[in-house]
């Protein structure tokens, strides 16, 4: 498909919202993000900084961080946002490892602006917006000495994103594009925009932190398709529904503990808007339940549409609502590579049978400075892996099962927990749960819940043995919990991203 370069459309309507912030209500049009885009890119040009050379975002959502990534875009560079949920050594650590050569936060983030003044040596300037500290320098105030007019060697610059770190430390993810002149997508980007219908009539209401891929590559696509996005400081459940029906959303993006906590809202309270302006539902990050999917379909309408794809687009299945209902369970077929089931021998497993999930024909894509796990993720023939496991149907419709790195081993049996979680989340009691394999004398590890209840008042042994009981009411007992705990706040990121490791942490260095 063929879009019109980003400043014909600036021509064409410069007054149009290129983005609004929903708590402010802040909005930048298209002129004035180009004029200040390309106010940074010459900034950027004037500190060194050349084609293919590296920046590092540590903020909150806010009108400076698109940009600065506009901005990145347009002078070649290559811009890694960074999760602000990190501890202190987590962000030194990503800085340093991308070898960003500038580095920009916020005042809101000064705690540990300050702490990181003095351990990031390859950054040769510190800007913070909104404000500066000592050791930093004001980022409106520099950028304010540049002229609008655009750079003489505009290139297309890309992201560079870590993974959350679910499993680990975080892994700077590097996607093989070619290099492409200013304003020009690559392939899977263009197939991104046709597949959701993104145009210039696209209301796009972007819910998570913008640090995250999906969030920050779909907000920037819409913008580049011509359409407005509104975008939430933070993801409040009743607030998202009330901006659906105030700015006429018609795309928008989510992840299913978004989806959970909009259904257990009062139902006075969710069903009190007009959210029938949307035509276009997207969620993807984690498995949904489908008792979940099926409540939001009730609701919304059949415009869900779930993709299944990664940090690292090494490939993509999607599956609309209707074809959805026909496959329940299933996160769609392959739209870019060509899925393979493998076992541990890296064989090819028959339809129907659970193995990790690799895409052949896709994407290519590096861990940087980790070609050791990036050679863990290829096979011989170059198919890759984001570890997730799972099976195919006769119709080539994927179906994921869990995380490899989430299986409980116990007794010798492989117990994959995303069965028992989906059960245990539509319990009326539970706002959030996790499934997590402890230590076992005899087993090895044994299945324990870890729960987040709506009311925290009502944890007791009484409901511990509820819970296990309502989950081996609805799935095999080896697959459910042998015991309970109840937590205050399951360690979720903004993204919806469950840090299992935190929590076995808890319980394997004390078992």
Request: charged share 20%; aromatic share 8%.
């Amino acid at each position: 498909m063929q879009l019109e370069h980003p400043r014909k459309m600036v021509q064409d309507n410069p007054n149009k919202p290129a983005f609004i912030m929903a708590g402010s209500g802040e909005v930048v049009t298209r002129l004035q993000l180009e004029e200040r885009a390309n106010q940074c890119a010459r900034m950027l040009r004037a500190l060194g900084l050349k084609n293919g050379d590296k920046i590092a975002i540590f903020m909150e959502n806010n009108p400076q961080f698109l940009v600065i990534c506009s901005g990145a875009a347009r002078a070649g560079l290559i811009y890694t946002p960074i999760s602000t949920h990190l501890t202190t050594p987590e962000v030194e650590y990503i800085i340093n490892d991308s070898g960003a050569k500038v580095f920009f936060t916020s005042l809101a983030k000064s705690r540990v602006a300050v702490e990181l003044t003095d351990k990031m040596p390859n950054v040769s300037t510190r800007l913070m917006v909104n404000g500066a500290v000592d050791g930093y320098e004001s980022y409106e105030e520099r950028m304010a000495a540049f002229p609008i007019q655009p750079i003489a060697d505009e290139m297309s610059g890309k992201d560079m994103l870590y993974s959350s770190g679910t499993t680990g430390r975080p892994k700077g993810v590097t996607i093989n594009w070619e290099e492409l002149p200013y304003g020009e997508l690559p392939p899977a980007a263009l197939l991104l925009i046709g597949l959701y219908g993104l145009n210039e009539n696209a209301v796009y209401l972007s819910p998570a932190p913008l640090y995250h891929a999906a969030p920050l590559r779909f907000v920037l696509l819409t913008m580049r398709a011509g359409g407005t996005v509104v975008v939430m400081e933070k993801f409040d459940a009743l607030e998202a529904i009330r901006l659906i029906e105030k700015y006429k959303i018609t795309h928008s993006q989510w992840v299913p503990t978004m989806f959970i906590r909009m259904l257990k809202l009062p139902e006075e309270e969710r069903k009190g808007y007009d959210v029938s302006s949307q035509t276009i539902a997207i969620h993807a990050a984690a498995p949904i339940p489908i008792s979940v999917k099926e409540q939001m379909i009730d609701w919304w309408g059949p415009i869900l549409f779930e993709y299944y794809a990664g940090t690292e687009s090494n490939g993509l299945c999607a599956i609309a609502s209707q074809e959805w209902m026909t496959h329940k369970g299933s996160v769609g077929r392959a739209m870019l590579g060509v899925i393979k089931i493998l076992d541990d021998d890296l064989s090819e497993l028959p339809v129907g049978q659970v193995g990790t999930i690799y895409f052949a024909d896709g994407q290519p894509f590096e861990y940087h400075n980790d070609p050791e796990k990036t050679a863990e993720s290829t096979t011989a023939q170059g198919w890759t892996t984001l570890g997730d496991v799972g099976y195919l149907d006769t119709e080539g419709y994927l179906y994921l099962t869990d995380r490899k790195s989430n299986m409980i081993i116990s007794g010798g049996v492989n117990i994959y927990p995303q069965e028992s979680e989906n059960v245990l989340v539509t319990h009326p009691r539970v706002l959030d749960v996790a499934v997590i394999g402890v230590p076992h004398e005899e087993f090895g590890e044994e299945v324990k819940g870890v729960v987040q209840l709506r009311n925290p008042a009502e944890a007791s042994p009484e409901l511990a043995k509820e819970l296990i009981g309502y989950c081996r009411g609805r799935l095999a007992k080896i697959k459910c919990p042998v015991s309970v705990d109840f937590v205050e706040e399951l360690p979720r990121t903004p993204t919806g991203k469950l840090l299992k490791r935190l929590l076995k942490d808890r319980y394997w260095q004390t078992g």
